[in-house]
């Protein structure tokens, strides 16, 4: 078991099996058809991400560096949020991007959904956390991965 | 960060709830980059990104219904991206049921919302809204609310106004309140470039596919780019625009770029030169063979890779009046070389509805339809936003285009190339 510490976006705490985007994870791509027809897994669309692509993304516990692309990012992750298809939190290894920022607040301040938002974690946090092993979120921003 | 007693007031409740909510959502996106400060939007108009009624964003319809009710609009007017759909773009039946039944329903009652909560017109409905032809054109220093990645690194890069890459929903909120966070690319620091890159091609680079080696390199870093205005010059007259735009929208969606500067062209770069360029910045050498590999890398996700072409895209970001002109004079001669009327790919040009209706008045309009190009407003993005184009073999010189959808990029000579040939035909 390793911790790693990083700043507290939004705050709240989780444990869940981690999912591993080591290049910039595009949330319109990803999440586009799985929104669009239902997919209940909401399973990743994006086709030039090779670590994610058609990997189920609900309740996972979403490791990247940042996000990337389009400007509707935040508006897609807020509408993933209200709707309960959100990962189970959010961890970045770089300071967090606008897009995702924004997602992420509007989740917070609009929607019920809780999920914890950490960044700055680190480049050896996206280097040690493979997808498949247990990552735990506490409230001071503390990241157990296991 | 530091409120002004109005705007603690606001957070505070001053003028209900929902107010409260949406300035609280503005100061925690600032709190998360270190603001100080919230600064008036001084442009006169927003720019939102969201223009579609899709039945999968159905909350975010329902937020905007909640700021309505507590009367709650734009305090400036604002464009809009593209519309999803426009019966003039080839569909199949099946595609027509899924546009309309299960994809697009809330497009009426989407419009209706945005006509509520201030969109300049009806006819305001493109990526492009910074053309003339538009009329949603910033000024130098201006701060913006808008979103649409494009648009955003456009009026940051080559108007030299002040934008973060603000998500759909955000954009409309700074709009409301009138005052966004700075950060960011709002200030001189954060304006400041992290990458050298340095264009050493033999011939003029293709805009979206440079954009698209850039934006895949720097991420969200601001890049320096030497060596292109070799090839665009030192002014910033149509043609160059014209590239900028494509070059910034593939800089943008395939990385996340928000702002670059081109040495001897972009305004920021003509007055502070290499003053913009951080100590330290990382040097990024793109030669013709880099582009080629780029190209090369790039994933085909056609069930067919030898696949037939089926339609063709052209106009993402929306094409400009002289991009419209240019490519009518193109087709025409490539036409006429191999002894062809019309093109042999359905294909599609997409552009403003403004600059489609300057484009009518130019004898070019009519022969692009001899031709068989269709024009539209749509944005192709949304159009193929759905399994069933997944199934389809469109083609596109868009780099935004093939990032978010199944569309396979080729070059503008490629394309040009395809949508003419005889095989295709057959």
Redesign the interface.
């Known amino acids: 078991m390793k911790q790693f510490k990083g700043r507290v976006?939004v705050p709240g705490t989780c444990t869940a099996e981690a999912l591993v985007s080591r290049g910039?994870f595009?949330t319109?791509?990803s999440y586009?058809?799985a929104?669009?027809?239902?997919d209940k897994q909401v399973k990743c669309g994006d086709?030039?991400n090779p670590d994610i692509y058609k990997k189920p993304m609900l309740g996972k516990a979403l490791c990247l560096p940042?996000?990337?692309?389009?400007?509707?990012?935040?508006?897609?992750l807020?509408?993933a949020c209200?709707?309960g298809k959100q990962p189970a939190c959010m961890l970045f290894s770089l300071p967090?991007?606008?897009?995702a920022?924004?997602?992420a607040?509007?989740g917070?301040?609009?929607?019920d959904a809780s999920m914890p938002v950490v960044d700055q974690l680190g480049e050896e946090f996206l280097a040690y956390v493979k997808t498949g092993m247990t990552v735990t979120v506490k409230e001071d921003g503390v990241v157990e991965v296991e | 960060m530091i409120l002004t007693p109005e705007q603690q007031a606001l957070l505070d409740g001053a003028k209900g709830e929902t107010m409260a909510k949406v300035v609280k959502t503005l100061v925690m996106y600032g709190d998360a980059f270190g603001a100080e400060r919230m600064v008036p939007v001084t442009s006169k108009y927003g720019h939102t990104v969201i223009s579609f009624g899709l039945k999968a964003i159905k909350p975010v319809y329902a937020l905007y219904d909640q700021l309505l009710d507590a009367g709650l609009v734009s305090g400036q007017k604002f464009t809009a991206d593209p519309k999803p759909i426009d019966p003039k773009v080839p569909s199949s039946l099946l595609e027509d049921l899924v546009f309309k039944k299960i994809m697009y329903t809330d497009q009426k009652p989407y419009e209706e919302q945005l006509r509520k909560l201030g969109i300049t017109s009806d006819d305001d409905y493109t990526c492009t809204c910074y053309l003339d032809e538009v009329g949603n054109k910033p000024e130098k220093g201006d701060v913006l609310s808008w979103a649409e990645s494009s648009a955003v690194v456009y009026a940051n890069s080559v108007l030299g106004a002040r934008c973060n890459r603000n998500s759909g929903i955000i954009e409309l909120m700074g709009s409301i309140a009138g005052f966004v966070p700075e950060f960011g690319l709002l200030t001189d620091e954060g304006r400041k470039a992290s990458w050298i890159v340095e264009v050493r091609c033999e011939k003029r680079p293709e805009a979206q596919l440079l954009g698209s080696a850039i934006g895949m390199k720097v991420m969200e870093d601001v890049p320096y780019v030497k060596g292109l205005d070799k090839w665009l010059g030192t002014e910033l007259d149509e043609k160059a625009c014209a590239y900028l735009k494509d070059f910034g929208a593939a800089t943008a969606s395939n990385g996340a770029v928000g702002l670059y500067h081109i040495e001897n062209l972009t305004p920021e770069a003509k007055e502070q030169g290499e003053a913009l360029i951080r100590e330290g910045a990382q040097v990024y050498v793109i030669d013709d063979a880099e582009l080629a590999r780029v190209q090369r890398e790039y994933p085909v996700v056609w069930k067919d890779p030898e696949a037939k072409p089926q339609l063709c895209f052209v106009g993402c970001p929306h094409l400009t009046m002289s991009q419209l002109i240019n490519w009518s004079d193109r087709i025409e001669n490539a036409l006429r070389a191999k002894g062809l009327s019309q093109v042999t790919v359905p294909t599609v040009f997409t552009a403003s509805t403004p600059v489609l209706r300057e484009f009518e008045k130019t004898v070019y309009a009519s022969k692009l339809r001899t031709y068989g190009v269709i024009l539209s407003y749509i944005c192709p993005l949304m159009y193929m936003n759905n399994p069933l184009c997944k199934k389809k073999a469109v083609i596109t010189c868009s780099n935004k285009l093939r990032t978010y959808t199944s569309a396979r990029y080729y070059t503008e000579d490629e394309i040009l190339g395809i949508i003419t040939t005889k095989e295709a035909a057959k």
């Open positions: 976006v910039g595009n319109l791509a586009q058809m929104l669009m027809f239902g086709q030039n940042m996000t990337i692309g389009s400007t509707t990012g935040g508006m897609v807020y509408t209200s709707m967090i991007d606008s897009l920022a924004s997602g607040i509007l917070d301040v609009w929607t």
